[in-house]
């Protein structure tokens, strides 16, 4: 079974940067699609980032383009999401999560970690 868990969450001021790691059990994470999403409050969690097997294939919500970037290292069973230029709209809770099956969408997904908050302060 597939653990994921991630960190690096924390209050930041609008501008400035975080990076979220997330690490990933077992032997078969160089196989697997993985994913960003984030849930603010009040709203349905919400796709974000995602990362194809070998990296080559990176996908972004509009939203966060030019701002953040996904990453990997198969070597280390992790994965990225360097936060910059924050806003207060990117306050939420995020999640990483391994796909069995697309890219965008959490019903995609089948493992899910346990989340870490983001906030930035105005």
């Known amino acids: 079974q597939v653990q994921l868990v991630e960190s690096g969450g924390g209050l930041v001021q609008a501008g400035g940067s975080l990076r979220l790691s997330c690490a990933v059990s077992?032997?078969?994470?160089?196989?697997?699609?993985m994913g960003w999403f984030r849930q603010a409050p009040g709203k349905e969690r919400a796709f974000v980032a995602a990362?194809?097997?070998?990296?080559?294939?990176?996908y972004y919500t509009n939203s966060v383009k030019g701002r953040f970037t996904i990453s990997r290292d198969n070597i280390k069973n992790t994965v990225y999401l360097q936060m910059n230029s924050l806003k207060s709209e990117d306050t939420a809770i995020y999640y990483c999560?391994?796909?069995?099956?697309?890219?965008?969408?959490?019903?995609?997904?089948?493992?899910w970690g346990q989340g870490t908050q983001v906030t930035v302060s105005s």
């Open positions: 999560a391994k796909s069995y099956s697309g890219t965008y969408y959490s019903g995609q997904y089948d493992s």
């Open positions: 990362i194809t097997w070998n990296g080559g294939s990176t």
């Open positions: 077992g032997r078969t994470f160089s196989s697997y699609t």
